[in-house]
């Protein structure tokens, strides 16, 4: 695994890709394949640079920031309110966000030279919910997605994408047995909804909390190189 050192590159913003965003340096002269990696609510791009240690050299990893603004550092995909029922999000934001990073994704490509069988979207938490979003509703655009810590949201239901196209997808679920902003249950349910489409994927569960410990780390990395088409 290369453990060389990363750090992010220079916020980029107002460009055509309709999204902030930051790429990971040392950036490949060129790129053969992309991972999009997105951070969770109320956090910022940046919360996801240490994801990016051990990618192959000649992938391009570019941390995107959601487009709503809670606070000095603090952004989100959609607004989301915590009950005794569960977390209650904003729909109307969440697809809002979704067409966005469909179109983000298909901007990277087009820029970057980067083709759907070599781009995978993953994310943290409410990066997580929103990765899966793009997957199932366009799984024309990447090659699979990862769900680290997060949930599939029950409303993406009208937006799914035909079985046929979603079992072409690769999956990668991660959660926390431990975990109290999203409990373990949410894996499950999402473990049970993807067999349900009959998309591939893998669930690991790990003794921790809300998180990325060093073992859904490395789980994510052995996964992502299995992702890629062989040279």
Not at 94 to 104: D, K, Q
């Amino acid at each position: 695994m290369n453990t060389a050192p990363v750090q992010p590159g220079e916020l980029q913003t107002g460009t055509p890709m309709g999204l902030a965003f930051r790429l990971i340096q040392p950036a490949p002269a060129q790129a053969r394949r992309c991972v999009i990696l997105l951070h969770g609510v109320g956090s910022n791009e940046a919360d996801m640079v240490s994801l990016a240690i051990g990618m192959s050299p000649d992938t391009l990893v570019i941390l995107t920031r959601g487009p709503l603004t809670l606070g000095p550092g603090q952004y989100a995909w959609f607004r989301v309110a915590f009950g005794a029922n569960g977390p209650s999000p904003n729909i109307e934001e969440a697809e809002r966000s979704r067409l966005t990073l469909v179109h983000f994704v298909q901007q990277v490509q087009a820029t970057y030279g980067i083709t759907p069988a070599n781009t995978v979207i993953a994310g943290f938490s409410q990066g997580g919910i929103m990765s899966t979003s793009v997957g199932l509703s366009a799984p024309d655009i990447v090659a699979g997605f990862g769900l680290l810590s997060g949930r599939i949201l029950p409303e993406l239901a009208p937006h799914l994408a035909p079985q046929a196209q979603l079992a072409k997808l690769k999956v990668f679920v991660g959660h926390g047995e431990d975990d109290r902003v999203l409990p373990v249950a949410w894996a499950h349910k999402s473990d049970a909804w993807l067999t349900e489409l009959g998309v591939p994927h893998e669930l690991h569960l790990y003794p921790m909390d809300h998180g990325i410990s060093n073992e859904i780390h490395a789980d994510f990395l052995t996964w992502l190189a299995g992702v890629w088409p062989k040279p």
